[in-house]
Structure formats: structure tokens, C-alpha cells
């Protein structure tokens, strides 16, 4: 009589798992805390995917963060600096790389004194990390979109994005966003994909990064253009020239730091070069702006005359 | 005989943009931009040619005097090595 043995396993996952979409990247989350997970869940449901991951961020809660943790924090320089190692995170917050290239563990500490420390904000450190990482194998390093520091609103079908720093005004734009002038797909940052090689243009997307303003969004429209913020006591805008674009475009975009990298060095050209594709394709410009809404809309609406004009002649 | 030559440094990242050359330093904390001049004489920077070469390439882009566009390959060399953006290597001739 033939006989065979069955082996089985307990595939049962021990973790709660939620599979996000970062642009073409899927990026599965997973974490132990039952709380935590359906709070995540809820925050990033415009992002679940059921695709198969490509990386896994693992999260894990522990009551508190020994010293000699395997995932001890090494500096603050905010650069990986080699395959293998633990990386700096925010405040109670540290993580490892526990499998090269596919899964990235990060632990947080729970104390009494902030058992709530969760705002989830740190994540977008973690994502964007993942991000990079993902696209090292999947895209031989070339992502196909990069992460810009900027606020996205959809009007007339187009995306236009505000850049700046911290508190250049990104959640601003967003709150003196009313519905009659566009849609905010995110205050934090945005996706923003390269020209194509056949030739389409360049696209805006969402992703699950947390800002100020919920929620995120999850779309994709064409980029119609670049305003760079800046606070003043008057609202006017004004069309900067290609280096000065270049320069102060290429401040906003997110340094695309990947497990394994040697050396920050390695990732300025791409930044370089996908700032060059995108500033010399779309129009930027400089937009000066008060805390008054309806003259923001007013320039905003104006330059939205003005470049559909220019498209038609 | 042996003279100097420059060269771009290796870890600095750059782009033509229009006329212009924007270079940023390898520890990506600062940016220069190169005017037509200084953009044409970075370019041939190669560690190869010499002071000369570069400035008989100047005389042919712009209608300068060969003595004046050695000059100016002089002093944006120098400038260029004074912020960092530029090696001198030394190339020994038979």
C-alpha cells in the first residue's frame, strides 16, 4: 500500500497584517496589537490593497526598549548606512532590518507616561524607507515616481502641487481649501511619477503619508503645476525661471534613502535628474499668499486661465 | 615636465540646465550655479586637457582673446577648486 506523509504548517499569520499601495510598490504592514491595527486600518483604508507585498514593515509594541535591543537605534543621521543594521527612529520609536531587502521591523516602546504615543506620523519615515527599498529590486533603483514635500489638491482634473518645507504653509493651503475650489488628495506629500518613456506625462498620486489634514487620498491625476509656498501679507504668484525651479524644487523632494544604501551620495543624482524631468516639463512657480482664502483661489483660478490659454495657442 | 590639471570632483552631481550648469556638492548641502563661461570650462574639466586646451575651446565658444580666455580659465579653475567642486591632478609629460 502506498502511503504518503502530510506536513502540515500553522499559516496562520501571528500578526495583523494590512497590504498598502504606494504607487506601483505594495507595501504590507504588519502589527501585533490588535488596537493598533484596526486604528491603522481605519487611517489608511484609501490605501488597502490585495495585492502581494513587495516589502513588509513589521511592527511590534513592547512595554520597554532595552538598550542592547537588536533593533537599537544607531544615530540620528537619518541614513541606512549599510545592509543589516538598526536605523534611527523618532523618540520612542527604533528599528532594524531583521530581513535584508523584504522586511524592515521597527519597535515601539509603551510607557505610562504617553501610552498614546501613536500619532502614526513616524511612519511616513518608514514608508518612504520601504518605498525605496522595494523600488531598488522591482525598478533596478529607478522609481518610477518620487516623494515630494507637498501639499496636492485636485482642480479641473488636474493636480496642482504646493510645495514647501515645514510650515511653509502646505496644511494651510489644505485648510483654506473649500469644496467649490478643488479636492486635497494630501498635505504632507505627494507622489510624483516621472515623464514616461512613451511619452505620457507626468502624474500626481497620493500616498498613506499623514499630515495635518485627513484624510489622504488615493488618486492619481496629471500634474498641471508646481507652486512653490511662501507666507507673505500679500497673495501673488510669479513664474520662476528654470535654475531658480530647479534649485528650489529639487529642496522639496525626499531623499530616497533605501536599505543598503553605502552612502547618501548615491541618491543626489537621481534626485538631480528626476528634478530636472519634472522642472523642465511643468511650469513652477513662486506663490506668495496670505491666511485669505478667496484671493488665493482668485490667483489660483487666474493662473488656471492663463495656462489653459497658453495650451490652446 | 609635469603640470596640473583639473578635473570635476567625482562625488559632486550635475545638470545643464539651459546655458547654465547647476553642480551640488557631494554632501548634497550646497549648490552652485555655473554661468555660460565657467559651464563650458567645467565641462572640459576632464583631468586631461590643460589650462591651455580649455582656453583655446574658450576662444572658439566666445569671441575672446586667447590671452583673456586663459586668464578666465585660470581664475574660474581656481574658484572652482576653492569651493570644492574641482580636483587638481598632476600629469606628468614626457
Not at chain 2, 570650462?41 to 575651446?57: M, N, Q
Request: charged share 25%; with cysteine; proline share 5%.
Amino acid at each position: 500500500m502506498h502511503s504518503s506523509i502530510e506536513i502540515t504548517r500553522d499559516l496562520t499569520p501571528t500578526y495583523n497584517t494590512l497590504a498598502l499601495q504606494i504607487g506601483s510598490v505594495c507595501c504590507a504592514l504588519k502589527c501585533g496589537d490588535e488596537k493598533v491595527y484596526r486604528r491603522l486600518k481605519r487611517l489608511y483604508h484609501s490605501f488597502l490593497t490585495g495585492q502581494p507585498a513587495d516589502i513588509t514593515l513589521e511592527f511590534e509594541e513592547l512595554e520597554h526598549l532595552h538598550p542592547e535591543d537588536p533593533y537599537l537605534a544607531h544615530s540620528e543621521s537619518g541614513h541606512v548606512r549599510e545592509t543589516g543594521v538598526s536605523f534611527p527612529a523618532a523618540g520612542q520609536i527604533a528599528a532594524g532590518l531583521t530581513d535584508p531587502y523584504h522586511t524592515i521591523g521597527f519597535n515601539g516602546e509603551r510607557t505610562p507616561a504617553s501610552p498614546d504615543y501613536l500619532d502614526f506620523k513616524y511612519l511616513n519615515r518608514y514608508f518612504s524607507l520601504a518605498y525605496y527599498t522595494a523600488c531598488q529590486e522591482k525598478y533596478g533603483g529607478n522609481p518610477p515616481a518620487m516623494l515630494v514635500h507637498a501639499c496636492g489638491v485636485l482642480r479641473d482634473g488636474q493636480a496642482l502641487v504646493f510645495a514647501g518645507p515645514s510650515e511653509a504653509g502646505k496644511t494651510t493651503i489644505a485648510r483654506l481649501c473649500g469644496e467649490q475650489d478643488g479636492e486635497v488628495i494630501n498635505d504632507e506629500m505627494l507622489l510624483i511619477s516621472r515623464p514616461a518613456s512613451n511619452g505620457d506625462g507626468i502624474n500626481v498620486q497620493g500616498a498613506p503619508m499623514i499630515g495635518k489634514f485627513p484624510p489622504q487620498r488615493s488618486v492619481t491625476a496629471p500634474l498641471g503645476c508646481i507652486l512653490l509656498l511662501k507666507k507673505s501679507r500679500k497673495t501673488t504668484v510669479r513664474r520662476l525661471e528654470r535654475v531658480e525651479a530647479y534649485l528650489r524644487f529639487l529642496r522639496q523632494v525626499i531623499t530616497p534613502d533605501y536599505i543598503g544604501q553605502k552612502d547618501t551620495r548615491t541618491v543626489l543624482p537621481l534626485m538631480a535628474a528626476f528634478t530636472d524631468e519634472v522642472t523642465g516639463t511643468t511650469p513652477v512657480y513662486e506663490l506668495e499668499f496670505t491666511l485669505d482664502g478667496e484671493s488665493l483661489w482668485q490667483v489660483i483660478a487666474e493662473l488656471g486661465t492663463s495656462l489653459a490659454k497658453k495650451q490652446i495657442s | 615636465m609635469s603640470a596640473n590639471n583639473a578635473v570635476r570632483a567625482g562625488d559632486a552631481t550635475w545638470r545643464r540646465i539651459g546655458d547654465e550648469i547647476v553642480v551640488i556638492k557631494g554632501d548634497g548641502k550646497s549648490a552652485h550655479v555655473l554661468n555660460k563661461t565657467a559651464a563650458l570650462v567645467w565641462e572640459k574639466c576632464d583631468g586631461k586637457r590643460g589650462v591651455d586646451e580649455i582656453a583655446t575651446d574658450l576662444c572658439e565658444g566666445f569671441n575672446v582673446s586667447p590671452e583673456e580666455a586663459r586668464s578666465d580659465v585660470r581664475e574660474i579653475i581656481a574658484k572652482l577648486t576653492q569651493i570644492g567642486i574641482i580636483n587638481q591632478i598632476e600629469e606628468i609629460h614626457g
